[in-house]
């Protein structure tokens, strides 16, 4: 009953920027918590940044000061907008949000924590 899309990946010169979008769907209530991780080719899934519900953000010190993370908005969307890309940057990105949703199957609230299905990045140099 919660979906998670993320979205804004591509290719991009090395010093350019992209904006990545996590859009959860769905009964939702309230989206608690965004992280994003990203998976470069051959190497393991990382962490790259997160936002607690009260915008405490936490960054990698791989992007910090390139990277601004900003939780979801009303239309439960959250960003990653990243500046001054690196080649290092090239990843699958995936976000994973703690949501707050109302289950028609039950008639109750419910807790779940949704990643999506990643979107590509290439920095180009």
């Known amino acids: 009953q919660v979906q998670l899309v993320e979205s804004g990946g591509g290719l991009v010169q090395a010093g350019g920027s992209l904006r990545l979008s996590c859009k959860v769907s769905?009964?939702?209530?309230?989206?608690?918590?965004v992280a994003w991780y990203r998976r470069p080719p051959g190497k393991p899934r990382e962490f790259v940044a997160n936002?607690?519900?009260?915008?405490?953000?936490n960054y990698a010190d791989s992007v910090r000061s390139r990277f601004v993370i900003t939780g979801a908005n009303a239309e439960n969307t959250a960003y990653l907008q990243m500046n001054n890309l690196k080649p290092e940057d090239t990843a699958v990105y995936h976000c994973?949000?703690?949501?707050?949703?109302?289950?028609?199957?039950?008639?109750?609230?419910?807790?779940?924590?949704?990643w999506g299905q990643g979107t590509a990045v290439t920095v180009s140099s």
């Open positions: 994973n949000t703690a949501v707050l949703y109302y289950s028609d199957y039950d008639r109750n609230y419910r807790f779940v924590e949704p």
């Open positions: 936002i607690t519900a009260t915008a405490v953000a």
């Open positions: 769905g009964n939702i209530f309230a989206v608690t918590f």
